[in-house]
C-alpha cells in the first residue's frame, strides 16, 4: 500500500508538472503541399520513401477546433494505417485561426470551400479523384464539399460520427425549439463576438458528454499509481486534455450552429457554400458511414438520418461498439475502423470480389433499429444525477441539497425555454395595429436587414440575395423612381414575372409610399390601367411589348437579368441606367412612410370574364402577412417556396407577406409560370433550397402530387413540412397530406370586401376555411334566406345572425375609414357599422367556417337552392375525379345545376362512385348533371373556370353523363329520359 501511495505521488507530481507522462514527440513522414490562409495540405509518405508508388488518395478532414494530428496520433494512428495497406493519405490541416490572416473573417462556407479546393489539388498532382474522409464535424464538411461538387471528382465519402440529423441528437436532452432557441443565442449572442480559445472548445466538446468525461479523469486517477498501464493511451490522454484542441472561429463556429443546429441545413437542404444553395440530395457517390453504438454526441438516429436525405447516393454503414473520439483513435480503430476504409476503397476500385465484412446498407438498418426501442438521451436531469453517480463511485459525496439544486435548475431552465414564444412578438405587433400605425412592406424588410444583414432574404436560379444586399438594392430603385417622377402617392402598374426584379420593384414603391397595382400578364393592359388610375407602369423585357400598348410611360427593370438586352425604342425608360448616386433626395421624401390606414397595392383580378381593381391597404397587407407567419409557426429557420405569382394575393401576402413577417428565406421559382409547371424542377428546387413551406394558389399543386404518387419511396424525405395557401380542393388536399405526410395544408380565404381573412391552421377539416385571424377583422354570420336572396330580419328589425349549420351571408366588421364607404349601418344593433360581402358560409359546433358559394353565383333550383361548394368538395374526393366545376344552365325556363369532372389518367366514372361520393350532399342539393368533359380550362393562378362550359349551355344525352332523380340517384341521362323533363 505504501509503494502504491508512493508511485501515485511520483506520478501525480510529474503530470502536474508536464501535463502528462514523457512519452516522447511523434509525427509522420509528411510533405505539405499547399498553404493557404484557411488551411494547409499535407501528404504522408512511409519512412524514408516519398517516391513510392501510391494508390487511391484519401483526404482526411478534421472538425472545426481539433487538430489535425487527431488522424496521426500514434504510429497505429489513421494515417499509418492506410500507408501500410497502400493508400496515399493526405491530411487538410485548418489549423488555428491565431496563425491566419482572416482570423475574424473564416465562415462554414470557407471550410467547405477549403476541402472543395483540396480537392482539386489532389486531382491535379495524382490524377485521380480522392476518397473523401471526415470525422465529426469533418465528416459534415465531407458531405457539403460533395453536395457542393455534385460529387464530381470525388470517388466516394467516408465520415466518422458525423451526425446528420443534428436536432435528433442535442446533447443533455435539449430537443425541438428549446435546443434550437439556446443554440441560435450561443451563436448570434456570444461567438460572433469573439474568437473561441481552445480552453472553450474543449470544454464544450466534453460538456457533449460530460458523464464521460468525468468518468475518464476518474478512471485516470484511480490508475495514476500503475504508469505502465497508463502509458499506452497516454498520447490519447493528452490529445483530449490539452494538445488535440484549436482555437478557432467564433463567426465559422457561429454559422456552423446555425446552420446544422438551428436550421438543421443537413435534412433540410438550402445550406448556402460560396453564395449557392446546396442540398445532401445531390450527392450521387457511394457513401460508408461509421456508426459509434455508444457515440453520445453523433447518436445512432442522427448519423442514420443520412439516407432519407441522399436518396441518390448508395449509403453503406458500419456500427463500431465505441464512443464518439474511439471512431478514430484507440485499438478498436485500429482493428476495426482503419483496415475497413482500405477494404472499402479497394471494393469501390474493383479490386475486391464482395463488400467489406459488416458493413450494411444504412436505410435496411435504420429501419430495423427504429423498430427497437431506443434508449432516449438522459437529458439534463439525468446527466446531473448520472454525474452524481460517477463521483460517488469515485469516493466523493455530493452533498443532497446541491443534488435537489441542480435537479430544479433543470427542470425550470427546460420548462422556460420549452415555452412557445416565437409567436408573441407577430401577435403583439398584430394587436397594435391602428389607422395611424407605422407599417408596411418596406418598413418590415427595412427591419429584418437592420436585424439580420448578412442573412439570406431570398433564393433565385441557385443563387442567394442577403438583406443587405436586397436592402441596397430597393433603394437603388427609390432613387431611381424618383428621378422619373414618381412621387409618394402615385399608382403605378407592375406587370413582371416573378423574379428578383419584381420583388425589388413592388418593394420600392411600397417604400416610396406609392401604390403598386399588381397587374397579371393575361389581362387588358388598357383596361387595367383605366380601372386603376396607373399613371405609369414598370416592366421587364419580357413583357415589355405588351406594356407599350398601356398609352402610358414605360419604365424597364430588370434588364440585366435577360441574356439578351434589345433597343427598348423610344417611349421606354431604362431604370437600370440611372446612376443612384446622382440621384439627390427630394426633402419630401421619407422611407417607408406608410400608415396602416393607407392604400398599398391594387390587385386586378378577374370575376365571370371582367377585370376587377380589388385594393389592399398596409393594414390588410400586415393582418395577413402576420397572420400567416403565426398560423403557420414560420420563423427565421424555415425556407418559404413562393410558386404562387406575386400579382396574386397567395403570393403577395402569404408566401411573400409570410416569409417577410417572420424573417424566412424566400426560394423564387419559376415553377409559378403556367409555361414552366414542371413538378422536376418542384422537387429539385425543394431538395436543393431546403424548402419547409410551399406557397400554393388552387390547384397547383396537381402535377407535384402525380410525379410524387410516381416517386414516393420510404427512403426519400422532402424537407417541406406545410402547404400553404388558398384554394386548393378538399380531395387534393387531403391526397396532399397523405402523398407529403407529416406535412400538412394551412388553408386561407380572404374577402375582397371587408378584409376578412380565416384560417384552417390543424387541416384537420379538409375543405373548411377555418377560423378568423387573430388581429383581423371581426366576423359575423348574417341569417341567408337564398329563395329570396336578402338576410333574415329578426326582432325589432335587426338581421338575425346565423345558428351554427345554418346558411349565412358573411358581415365583417370595417376596420380602416376608407372601407366605411362599403358599410352599411344598423345590421345587428343601431349604429353598428359593418360590411355586407357576397360569400355565403355555414359554421359547425365547432366553430369552424365552411364556404357555401356565393351569392351572385348560387344556382336557385326549382326544388331550392344548390350550393357549389360541397358538391366540389364531395366530387373531388372521388378517387377517378382529378378536376371538377359547378355551373348553372337554364333550360325550359328553370335552373339547373351542372358539374363538370375531368377524370385522372386510367381511371373510369360509374353513377355509383357519384351515389357515393355525393352521399354526404342533401339530395336536393345534388347537381342535376354531371358529365365528363377532355378538358377543364385553367385561370393563369390554376383555378377551374366553368364559364366556357357554360357556354355550351345544358349537356346533350349520351355517354359519360348522369342525371338526379328526386331521391338524389344517379342514371345515365338518356334521350328519354331528357324529353321526360323537357330538357
Known amino acids: 500500500m505504501a509503494a502504491r501511495l508512493i508511485n501515485t505521488a511520483q506520478n501525480g507530481l510529474e503530470v502536474l508538472r508536464f501535463g502528462g507522462f514523457d512519452i516522447g514527440h511523434y509525427e509522420s513522414d509528411h510533405q505539405i503541399v499547399d498553404t493557404k490562409p484557411m488551411a494547409q495540405l499535407r501528404r504522408y509518405f512511409p519512412p524514408g520513401q516519398r517516391d513510392a508508388p501510391r494508390t487511391a488518395p484519401v483526404l482526411l478532414v478534421p472538425p472545426l477546433g481539433v487538430s489535425a494530428d487527431v488522424y496521426d496520433i500514434s504510429e497505429h494512428g489513421a494515417v499509418t494505417q492506410l500507408r501500410e495497406a497502400g493508400l496515399d493519405p493526405w491530411v487538410l490541416d485548418f489549423g488555428s485561426p491565431n496563425r491566419s490572416e482572416r482570423e475574424a473573417e473564416r465562415s462554414l462556407s470557407d471550410h467547405v470551400l477549403a476541402v472543395v479546393q483540396a480537392i482539386d489539388l489532389i486531382n491535379k498532382h495524382t490524377k485521380q479523384a480522392p476518397h473523401l474522409a471526415g470525422y465529426s464535424q469533418g465528416g459534415m464538411f465531407c458531405y457539403q464539399a460533395a453536395a457542393y461538387r455534385r460529387s464530381e471528382g470525388i470517388a466516394s465519402v467516408i465520415t466518422f460520427g458525423s451526425p446528420v440529423d443534428v436536432q435528433a441528437g442535442l446533447p443533455l436532452g435539449f430537443g425541438g425549439d428549446t435546443g434550437s432557441d439556446l443554440a441560435e443565442f450561443l451563436a448570434d449572442q456570444v461567438l460572433r463576438r469573439l474568437a473561441v480559445p481552445k480552453w472553450m472548445v474543449r470544454t464544450g466538446f466534453q460538456m457533449m458528454d460530460p458523464v464521460k468525461s468525468v468518468r475518464a479523469r476518474v478512471d485516470f486517477l484511480r490508475h495514476l499509481h500503475d504508469r505502465e498501464l497508463l502509458l499506452p493511451r497516454e498520447r490519447q490522454r493528452r490529445f483530449l486534455m490539452s494538445d488535440g484542441w484549436l482555437a478557432t472561429s467564433g463567426p465559422a463556429l457561429a454559422d456552423f450552429i446555425k446552420a446544422f443546429v438551428v436550421h438543421n441545413r443537413m435534412m433540410t437542404g438550402g445550406l448556402v457554400i460560396n453564395g449557392v444553395p446546396v442540398t445532401l440530395a445531390e450527392v450521387t457517390c457511394p457513401v460508408l458511414a461509421f456508426v459509434g453504438s455508444y457515440d453520445a454526441i453523433a447518436r445512432p438516429p442522427t448519423v442514420r438520418a443520412l439516407p432519407k436525405v441522399a436518396s441518390r447516393a448508395a449509403v453503406w454503414e458500419k456500427e463500431i461498439p465505441a464512443g464518439h473520439f474511439g471512431l478514430v483513435v484507440g485499438s478498436l480503430s485500429e482493428r476495426e475502423v482503419w483496415p475497413t476504409v482500405a477494404e472499402w476503397i479497394r471494393w469501390q476500385a474493383g479490386e475486391r470480389a464482395g463488400r467489406p465484412e459488416d458493413i450494411e446498407k444504412m436505410a435496411v438498418v435504420a429501419k430495423k433499429a427504429a423498430k427497437k426501442p431506443t434508449q432516449a438521451s438522459p437529458g439534463l436531469l439525468g446527466l446531473v444525477q448520472q454525474g452524481a453517480g460517477v463521483l460517488v463511485e469515485a469516493g466523493v459525496r455530493a452533498g443532497q441539497d446541491a443534488l435537489e439544486l441542480g435537479v430544479q435548475v433543470g427542470r425550470t431552465a427546460t420548462a422556460f425555454a420549452g415555452e412557445g414564444t416565437r409567436a408573441i412578438p407577430l401577435l403583439i405587433r398584430l394587436g397594435q395595429l391602428r389607422p395611424q400605425t407605422r407599417v408596411s412592406l418596406g418598413l418590415i424588410m427595412a427591419e429584418q436587414a437592420r436585424r439580420a444583414p448578412r442573412e439570406e432574404c431570398f433564393l433565385f436560379a441557385d443563387r442567394v440575395h442577403t438583406h443587405e444586399a436586397v436592402g441596397k438594392r430597393v433603394d437603388n430603385v427609390v432613387r431611381g423612381l424618383i428621378s422619373v417622377g414618381i412621387r409618394h402617392g402615385d399608382r403605378v402598374g407592375v406587370l413582371m414575372r416573378t423574379r428578383p426584379s419584381a420583388l425589388v420593384t413592388i418593394a420600392a414603391l411600397n417604400r416610396l409610399g406609392a401604390v403598386a397595382v399588381l397587374i397579371p400578364p393575361w389581362a387588358d393592359l388598357r383596361q387595367a390601367v383605366e380601372a386603376t388610375g396607373a399613371g405609369a407602369v414598370i416592366t421587364?423585357?419580357?413583357?415589355?411589348?405588351?406594356?407599350?400598348?398601356?398609352?402610358?410611360?414605360?419604365?424597364?427593370?430588370?434588364?440585366?437579368?435577360?441574356?439578351?438586352?434589345?433597343?427598348?425604342?423610344?417611349?421606354?425608360?431604362?431604370?437600370?441606367?440611372?446612376?443612384?448616386?446622382?440621384?439627390?433626395?427630394?426633402?419630401?421624401?421619407?422611407?417607408?412612410?406608410?400608415?396602416?390606414?393607407?392604400?398599398?397595392?391594387?390587385?386586378?383580378?378577374?370575376?365571370?370574364?371582367?377585370?376587377?381593381?380589388?385594393?389592399?391597404?398596409?393594414?390588410?397587407?400586415?393582418?395577413?402577412?402576420?397572420?400567416?407567419?403565426?398560423?403557420?409557426?414560420?420563423?427565421?429557420?424555415?425556407?418559404?417556396?413562393?410558386?404562387?405569382?406575386?400579382?396574386?394575393?397567395?403570393?403577395?401576402?402569404?408566401?411573400?407577406?409570410?416569409a417577410v413577417a417572420s424573417g424566412a428565406r424566400i426560394a423564387l421559382s419559376e415553377y409559378n409560370d403556367v409555361s414552366h409547371n414542371d413538378p422536376e424542377r418542384f422537387f429539385e428546387e425543394v431538395h436543393r433550397y431546403g424548402v419547409t413551406v410551399v406557397s400554393y394558389t388552387w390547384t397547383q399543386l396537381r402535377p407535384v402530387l402525380a410525379e410524387m404518387e410516381k416517386r414516393r419511396s420510404a427512403e426519400q424525405r422532402l424537407p417541406i413540412r406545410l402547404f400553404v395557401g388558398s384554394g386548393i380542393p378538399a380531395g387534393q388536399w387531403e391526397r396532399v397530406q397523405e402523398q407529403f405526410a407529416p406535412a400538412r395544408v394551412v388553408e386561407f380565404f380572404a374577402s375582397v370586401q371587408g378584409g376578412a381573412v380565416l384560417a384552417n391552421v390543424r387541416g384537420v377539416k379538409p375543405g373548411s376555411k377555418g377560423r378568423p385571424l387573430p388581429g383581423a377583422a371581426r366576423l359575423e354570420l348574417g341569417a341567408y334566406d337564398a329563395s329570396a336572396d336578402q338576410l333574415v330580419l329578426g326582432q325589432r328589425g335587426f338581421v338575425r345572425r346565423a345558428k351554427p349549420g345554418e346558411p349565412g351571408v358573411l358581415i365583417v366588421k370595417p376596420t380602416l375609414e376608407q372601407e366605411s364607404f362599403l358599410s352599411r349601418r344598423g345590421i345587428f344593433e343601431q349604429c353598428d357599422e359593418w360590411v355586407i360581402t357576397d360569400h355565403i358560409f355555414r359554421r359547425d359546433d365547432d366553430g369552424d367556417f365552411w364556404l357555401l358559394d356565393n351569392r351572385s353565383a348560387l344556382i336557385r333550383a326549382q326544388d331550392g337552392p344548390i350550393w357549389s361548394q360541397p358538391i366540389l368538395d364531395a366530387l373531388d374526393r372521388i378517387p377517378a375525379v382529378d378536376l371538377a366545376v359547378v355551373y348553372r344552365t337554364q333550360t325550359a325556363g328553370q335552373e339547373l345545376a351542372v358539374a363538370a369532372v375531368t377524370l385522372r389518367p386510367g381511371a373510369r366514372l360509374r353513377a355509383t362512385d357519384l351515389q357515393l361520393g355525393l352521399g354526404p350532399v342533401p339530395a336536393s342539393e345534388r347537381p342535376h348533371l354531371v358529365r365528363v368533359v377532355p378538358e377543364i380550362p385553367l385561370s393563369p393562378t390554376y383555378r377551374p373556370i366553368g364559364y366556357k362550359l357554360q357556354a355550351d349551355g345544358t349537356p346533350r344525352p349520351g355517354r359519360g353523363v348522369w342525371c338526379r332523380d328526386e331521391d338524389g340517384e344517379y342514371a345515365p341521362f338518356t334521350a328519354a329520359k331528357a324529353r321526360s323533363l323537357g330538357w
Open 540 to 658: 421587364d423585357i419580357t413583357n415589355l411589348e405588351a406594356a407599350r400598348a398601356a398609352g402610358v410611360t414605360v419604365l424597364v427593370l430588370g434588364v440585366a437579368e435577360s441574356r439578351d438586352t434589345p433597343d427598348l425604342g423610344p417611349g421606354v425608360v431604362d431604370l437600370e441606367k440611372i446612376d443612384p448616386d446622382k440621384v439627390s433626395l427630394p426633402g419630401w421624401y421619407t422611407p417607408n412612410p406608410g400608415l396602416a390606414k393607407d392604400l398599398a397595392f391594387i390587385l386586378v383580378t378577374n370575376s365571370a370574364g371582367h377585370l376587377v381593381a380589388t385594393p389592399m391597404t398596409n393594414q390588410r397587407w400586415a393582418v395577413s402577412a402576420f397572420g400567416t407567419a403565426t398560423a403557420a409557426s414560420l420563423s427565421a429557420s424555415d425556407t418559404v417556396y413562393c410558386t404562387s405569382p406575386l400579382h396574386h394575393s397567395a403570393g403577395l401576402v402569404v408566401g411573400w407577406g409570410g
